[in-house]
């Protein structure tokens, strides 16, 4: 993609905001100066106010003409799902949806005037198909992707920047922690107190491994362990691909998270730096001034609605099947 300099677009903007307001005066003068249709004073009064409203619409028009960006930022914070809900606890940290993550990015690529692509990582982690569709999307992108982590960088965090060309991070950022957790909740002891018992109706002998109601047969944790084993796989062969490290050295941080300066000694990180260190280096791979502007995708009326009552359904507990688990079960893997 080719873009101009930082002080042309500036100068491009203006000319264009100038223009706007030089059309309002000639229309304002036209109509309240020349054609006398009020007193002199307020036919003033009109000329300088349709000349304003020239200005507003050409700074409107300057927006889209020359925009005063050429580096696309989207931020990662918080846990990552696919909604943006907290997980299974109400009132939990909310977190970014995935989905609008990847409608980010995919604005981004579609303007021609983004060169670069800064993605900003604070983030413990999450679900691992919403953080997969944000990596995919990060990788996807046509010009330089840059990740960088201020706070933590951990997980499913970690998983999106292996997408991404470099990983930058603070000298006592946290970043690391690449395994994959499943858990359930055992309740057959407190079942037992209240007199309550499990029945099974289930077609399929591993339909309902992971229930909470009964304990798990040791073909059933095999089974559970191998789930989660392969997600393990997937995690390491990303990062050792995207990160272009071997295998082993993935496996060797045996799931640790570790502080900016460690994780460069180990090469998990590319560089060390602040936001604007790498704004400097972004400047150097395009050879020009960058200015960044963060993306928002156009979200109608009805869809805001919509993510609201998801929302709302999501506290009061109706999200937790979406949890990204096995089929039927009550087990919940994260990375």
């Known amino acids: ?42 036919g003033v ?5 349709v000349g304003y409203l020239g200005v507003r619409v050409g700074g409107n028009v300057a927006s889209r003409a020359v925009p005063r960006y050429n580096v696309a930022e989207v931020a990662v914070e918080g846990p990552i799902t696919r909604d943006g809900g907290s997980g299974p606890v109400p009132g939990g940290v909310r977190g970014t949806p995935a989905d609008r993550i990847v409608d980010q990015i995919e604005a981004a690529a579609d303007d ?32 330089p992707t840059v990740a960088y982590t201020t706070d933590t960088c951990a997980s499913g965090g970690y ?73 393990y796989q997937h995690f390491v062969e990303r990062v050792a691909q995207g990160r272009e490290m071997a295998p082993g050295d993935i496996r060797e941080t045996e799931a640790k998270v570790f502080i900016g300066e460690r994780a460069y000694d180990l090469g998990l990180v590319d560089s060390l730096g602040t936001r604007d260190d790498v704004l400097d280096h972004v400047e150097s791979l395009l050879g020009e001034e960058v200015s960044a502007a963060e993306f928002e995708p156009s979200v109608s009326p009805m869809q805001r609605l919509s993510r609201g009552a998801s929302r709302t359904a999501y506290a009061f507990g109706a999200g937790v ?5 096995t089929d039927g079960d009550d087990l919940t893997i994260r990375l």
């Open 45 to 49: 009064v009109g000329m300088l106010v």
């Open 1 to 42: 993609m080719a873009g101009v300099n930082s002080r042309e677009r500036a100068l491009g903007h203006l000319a264009v905001v100038l223009a706007g307001g030089l059309v309002g005066l000639l229309v304002g003068w036209f109509l309240f100066i020349w054609l006398p249709l009020v007193p002199t004073v307020l």
């Open 321 to 325: 099947a979406s949890q990204l688990g």
């Open 112 to 143: 021609d005037n983004v060169d670069a692509l800064l993605v900003k990582l604070n983030t413990p982690g999450g679900e691992v198909v919403p953080s997969d569709d944000i990596r995919n999307a990060a990788q996807a992108f046509d010009g």
């Open 159 to 231: 998983w999106i920047a292996s997408g991404c060309d470099e990983l930058w991070a603070r000298d006592t950022s946290i970043v690391g922690s690449i395994g994959v957790i499943g858990s359930r909740v055992n309740a057959t002891d407190l079942a037992d107190q209240l007199g309550l018992s499990y029945e099974r109706f289930a077609a399929g002998k591993y339909k309902d491994s992971g229930t909470a109601l009964r304990e798990l047969e040791p073909e059933e944790r095999d089974y559970l362990q191998g789930i989660i084993d392969d997600y």
